[in-house]
């Protein structure tokens, strides 16, 4: 166990070390120049020079990266360009948000993925299989601001439910969580579907209705139990893929979370900021993961940490 | 006689301009609250940092200036200064400070306290995009060297009269010293906080914040030592950040919320401005703005006047205008029509597609050419960069469009060989206070036809860069007249070189609830947006 977490930590570490690279390359290969959005309009040459140099901008890239590592190591991620704050007060400040936004979004994905998935797979072939099928495709399909918009324009707009955007309370949350859990539902009703299928031709759950139990019963303990197992790895993944839904989804409805920070972030050419929400994106990725894997040997004993 | 009548039509125009502003600005009682919208954050509250539109207004309601502009209107008006001297060579000006202004922790404001704030404007370490703007101040080289930080030219005379030393005269300084890079902090509060004095403002303004939490919303307190008696109007405003407009109109309809910091969504535009019911909730204006097409004059084909000049009798303007809903006029001069020096008898260039071809014949291209246009990937830009590429495809020009990221068009057009056309929109010039001469240098100037400037069509004609010079020395008040002439003449000899098709001058617009009066001035005020804050009042208060 401790072999298996320092081996995960060890490459965790190379991971993050190479997310910062290759940001920090990408983010001086824009053909943007962060100094000049700031300076503006009306700076003249020279003011842009100075900025450039109080900004340690006019260094050689590798110098850059080395300053810009040396104080990551302890915990400095650097002063925004264009706000002056610390990029690690501004990303704490919206942290709790969007985590708020993530653990409502799984909440929602798995209650509309889940019950889908086991009844598609006990119905499959017949037209309400099919019919929950064509639902969890469209969901998956459309783009998160037009879920984001209908919702809004449906239950916010139309039948005042809920708020029209904004953050504060539980009621907030729902929609855009919503927004997120209908699209992630979709992949999760597929794959517990087929997870599901396939465990449901297994001889074990044979031997359960051999047996005489309920389908209620072979289903819910014997099946479900095996069928979770890839839902679980999925969700790890999920992290990575909400915090890209969560650039959208922030925006749309006025969520004051990371993803937000980081979408105006880009289009100022803000790099600390960009670098800093990319670095937090990654940590919990490689979390999420390190996590999911953790688990799975105690829902599925025949698995060994390695 | 032409002399006398633009005499009395400039005073007769000043006149109505001042009106409202006399009609409006004391009547209105103090107290209510209103929410502004807006979708960005708020990236500082530091004046010598913040340069946006939305943090330009905030800021001018935190801090002061020592000159201000009457409310709804260009004219400039003593703001911490009670009253001003300048010296016969418009080399010195003095100011006579306020007796008993106080920043907002209670500390009088001093002499010294205006030197501290314009030392620290110029200072490189500040990192102010305005630095800039106060070259002509004695001793301006010296700070941006990083020899000392004593500027000079900046004299406590007694600690309330201040005088400011020019090494040059300069037209537009009353401007200069009324714009927020000039704005009077408190050097405790700057001591004490450093960088991040933008989120813990102290000033003399007639707010003061109370709350900020990041990626939600700011609150604005009256600030009840204010110096000017029955100002601001509103007790309380709320800045709710991170609302799409389009979920903001859909609030303010709702009575959620009482203006639209973003203005109405294009989307949205012609139902809210005809729509009876909204009479009085729909405000909209000009504003100092011009969208352009530049020209690179050291790109091949452009490089000739009778290409530039042909397309700029290719250009459908009117129709351009019809694509974003007429929320813009057609131009046909770099000046927007409420700057001063705007050439009322000046007709520019008008469509003449059999002109224009001419023209390209004469300039030894009679089969046209092909060329690429710069536009940013937002809409309406990349539809009002087709409609020109139609335009142009008319006479024979072949146009591919590069729609990118505005912060890359930008890079592109400061580079001297990369972008042949670049449409503004966008991107495009709003004056940083109204006058012409701000219209000119770094956008049409030499100095800005530089690596990394903003004189996309790289622009650079020595004699009217002279003449420029000129027209900015007349700091005499009594030259007012002739040095808005010389700057309306400098502006038609630009056209007559043609580095630029001037498309259309935006209007702005906004939505207010029922709740918020003043006059639509306070809402289309030039140097504020969306609305003048200090002046705006809530009606339930009446």
């Excluded at chain 2, 008696?229 to 407009?245: A, H, N």
């Excluded at chain 2, 024979?396 to 929109?425: F, H, N, Y």
Aim: aromatic share 10%.
């Amino acid at each position: 166990m401790i072999r298996f977490l320092a081996k995960r930590i060890g490459q965790a570490v190379a991971i993050l070390l190479g997310v910062t690279v290759v940001t920090f390359v990408l983010s001086f290969l824009m053909p943007a120049d962060p100094v000049r959005m700031l300076a503006g309009r009306s700076a003249t040459p020279e003011t842009v020079e100075s900025i450039r140099r109080e900004l340690g901008l006019d260094q050689p890239l590798p110098v850059q990266y080395v300053k810009y590592i040396t104080r990551l190591v302890q915990g400095d991620f650097g002063r925004s360009y264009r706000q002056k704050t610390e990029v690690s007060a501004l990303i704490l400040s919206r942290l709790p948000a969007t985590l708020l936004l993530l653990l409502g979004a799984i909440f929602f994905e798995l209650l509309i993925g889940m019950p889908a998935g086991i009844f598609s797979a006990t119905r499959r072939g017949r037209p309400s299989d099919n019919w929950i099928m064509a639902f969890s495709f469209a969901g998956v399909s459309m783009p998160q601001f037009v879920i984001g918009l209908l919702l809004l324009y449906l239950f916010a707009h139309m039948l005042p439910i809920f708020p029209l955007g904004g953050y504060g309370t539980l009621n907030h949350l729902v929609l855009p969580a919503l927004t997120l859990g209908i699209s992630g539902g979709g992949w999760y009703s597929r794959m517990m579907r087929s997870a599901m299928v396939d465990v449901l031709r297994k001889d074990y759950v044979r031997t359960a209705r051999a047996k005489g139990m309920t389908e209620r019963r072979v289903i819910l303990v014997h099946a479900l139990r095996n069928a979770i197992l890839p839902i679980i790895a999925m969700i790890g993944l999920d992290i990575g893929i909400f915090m890209a839904g969560a650039v959208v989804v922030e925006s749309v409805f006025g969520w004051p979370g990371i993803g937000q920070l980081a979408w105006q972030a880009i289009q100022m050419v803000d790099i600390p900021i960009i670098m800093g929400v990319t670095l937090v994106a990654a940590i919990g990725i490689v979390l999420g993961n390190l996590l999911a894997d953790l688990v799975m040997p105690f829902l599925d004993p025949r698995l060994q940490l390695e | 006689m032409g002399r006398w009548m633009t005499r009395w039509m400039v005073i007769i125009l000043a006149l109505i301009m001042t009106m409202p502003a006399l009609a409006f600005a004391t009547d209105a009682k103090q107290g209510g609250e209103m929410t502004v919208t807006f979708k960005d954050d708020v990236a500082t509250l530091d004046p010598a940092i913040g340069y946006d539109w939305q943090n330009w207004s905030m800021i001018k309601s935190l801090y002061d200036g020592l000159m201000d502009y009457a409310p709804g209107t260009y004219n400039l008006r003593p703001g911490l200064a009670e009253s001003y001297e300048v010296s016969p060579d418009g080399l010195a000006y003095t100011f006579r400070l306020r007796e008993g202004v106080k920043f907002h922790n209670g500390r009088p404001m001093t002499a010294e306290d205006v030197k501290y704030s314009l030392e620290r404007t110029v200072n490189p370490k500040t990192q102010s995009p305005g630095q800039g703007f106060y070259s002509s101040i004695k001793g301006f080289d010296a700070v941006t060297s990083g020899e000392t930080t004593d500027l000079t030219g900046v004299i406590v005379v007694d600690p309330k009269t201040v005088r400011i030393e020019l090494s040059n005269p300069d037209a537009t300084f009353l401007h200069l010293v009324a714009l927020n890079f000039s704005f009077v902090v408190a050097k405790e509060a700057v001591e004490e906080y450093g960088a991040d004095f933008g989120k813990h403002p102290v000033g003399t303004g007639a707010y003061k914040l109370s709350a900020w939490n990041l990626g939600q919303n700011l609150i604005f307190e009256r600030n009840k030592d204010y110096y000017r008696s029955g100002v601001p109007k509103l007790d309380k405003i709320t800045f709710e950040i991170g609302q799409e407009p389009t979920v903001a109109l859909l609030r303010l309809q709702r009575g959620e919320v009482d203006v639209l910091g973003d203005g109405v969504p294009p989307a949205r535009y012609i139902k809210m401005k005809n729509d009876s019911q909204y009479a009085d909730n729909f405000m909209e204006g000009p504003q100092l703005q011009t969208s352009y097409i530049t020209m690179n004059v050291k790109m091949k084909p452009f490089d000739n006047v009778k290409v530039r000049q042909a397309v700029n009798m290719a250009v459908f303007k009117e129709r351009i205008c019809k694509i974003i809903n007429n929320r813009a006029v057609p131009a046909n001069q770099p000046l927007p029509p409420a700057m001063p020096g705007y050439a009322e008898n000046y007709d520019g260039y008008s469509l003449d597609r059999g002109k224009a071809k001419a023209l390209l014949a004469e300039a030894g291209y009679p089969d046209g050419f092909t060329t690429e246009l710069y536009a940013i990937n937002t809409d309406p830009n990349p539809r009002i960069a087709q409609a020109i590429q139609q335009d142009l495809s008319a006479i024979g020009i072949k146009v591919d469009l590069k729609t990118l990221a505005a912060s890359t068009v930008i890079a592109a057009g400061g580079e001297p060989d990369q972008a042949p056309m670049l449409w503004s929109g966008g991107l495009a010039w709003l004056a940083d206070f109204p006058d012409p001469s701000n219209f000119y240098g770094p956008i049409l100037g030499c100095g800005g036809a530089v690596k990394g400037g903003w004189n996309w069509a790289w622009y650079c004609n020595e004699e009217i860069d002279a003449k420029a010079k000129k027209a900015d020395a007349m700091s005499d008040p009594d030259l007012v007249d002739q040095r808005i002439d010389l700057w309306r003449d400098i502006f038609i000899e630009i056209m007559e070189d043609a580095p630029w098709v001037p498309v259309f001058n935006e209007l702005r617009n906004t939505m207010r609830s029922d709740r918020i009066g003043g006059s639509e001035d306070f809402f289309v005020d030039p140097v504020f947006r969306p609305c003048n804050y200090r002046y705006v009042f809530a009606r339930d208060a009446q």
